[in-house]
């Protein structure tokens, strides 16, 4: 069994930047991250191969986040830049195990983070 524990939410204007980070309580391979709002849908936001050296982004996001890992921390990481109104949502961490390239859609992933909520400000 695997925690994650996101942190990094808030509220910020829009134009303004976050940094969320999640800390797995052991080993993972692929990683992503996913958003939802209430009543809707998990949506993937981006997701990571274990080297780093794969990333796919949702196009919504692209040129505006950044997704990384610190495999020597143990660490995952969502740098938010830009940030829009519509970006508002829980954000969840997550992680498969046995498969490095990330997946795009929740059910592909083993374990959850909590979430974390960003609300950006017009």
């Known amino acids: 069994q695997v925690q994650l524990v996101e942190s990094g939410g808030g509220l910020v204007q829009a134009g303004g930047s976050l940094r969320l980070s999640c800390a797995p309580s052991?080993?993972?391979?692929?990683m992503a991250w996913f958003r939802q709002d209430p009543g809707k849908e998990r949506d993937f936001v981006a997701g990571i191969s274990w080297a780093g050296t794969i990333t796919y982004y949702t196009d919504s996001v692209k040129g505006r986040f950044t997704i990384s890992r610190d495999n020597a921390e143990n660490r995952l990481y969502l740098q938010m830049n830009n940030l829009k109104p519509e970006d508002t949502a829980v954000y969840y961490c997550?992680?498969?195990?046995?498969?490095?390239?990330?997946?795009?859609?929740?059910?592909?992933?083993?374990?959850w983070g909590q979430g974390t909520q960003v609300t950006v400000s017009s």
């Open positions: 997550a992680a498969l195990i046995g498969a490095n390239i990330p997946g795009r859609v929740a059910h592909d992933y083993d374990y």
């Open positions: 052991g080993r993972t391979h692929a």
